[in-house]
């Protein structure tokens, strides 16, 4: 069993940066991804970002595309979010997660997922 442990959660003003990391007890078999999700108040749960196992393949949502990076020590099984250039609509309940390679974004079909992290990004 895998269990993703999420850290690296916190307050930032708007335009500033975080870095969120996972920490994965155990290690999944088969292709799999290390996937990002978050939930902000009133809203349903979206995909963020992944990366596979290997680390060659990464994906994103539009609304991050460009200011997120996902990236991994595979030595150390620990994953990576990286945020810049934050926005107060990125305040939500940030969760890590494993799942198939093939289902990337479709988070109903993740396997595990962490307890989550706050990030709040105020102006």
């Known amino acids: 069993q895998v269990r993703p442990v999420e850290s690296g959660g916190g307050l930032v003003q708007d335009g500033g940066s975080l870095r969120l990391s996972c920490a994965a007890s155990?290690?999944?078999?088969?292709?799999?991804?290390i996937g990002w999700s978050r939930q902000a108040p009133g809203k349903t749960r979206e995909f963020v970002g992944a990366?596979?196992?290997?680390?060659?393949?990464?994906y994103y949502a539009d609304s991050v595309k460009g200011r997120f990076t996902v990236s991994r020590d595979g030595s150390n099984n620990i994953w990576y979010l990286q945020m810049n250039s934050l926005k107060r609509e990125d305040t939500a309940v940030y969760y890590c997660?494993?799942?198939?390679?093939?289902?990337?974004?479709?988070?109903?079909?993740?396997?595990?997922w962490g307890q989550g992290t706050q990030v709040t990004v105020s102006s």
């Open positions: 997660g494993v799942g198939a390679a093939s289902y990337y974004d479709l988070l109903s079909l993740y396997d595990y």
């Open positions: 990366i596979t196992d290997s680390g060659d393949r990464t």
């Open positions: 155990g290690r999944p078999s088969g292709d799999y991804v």
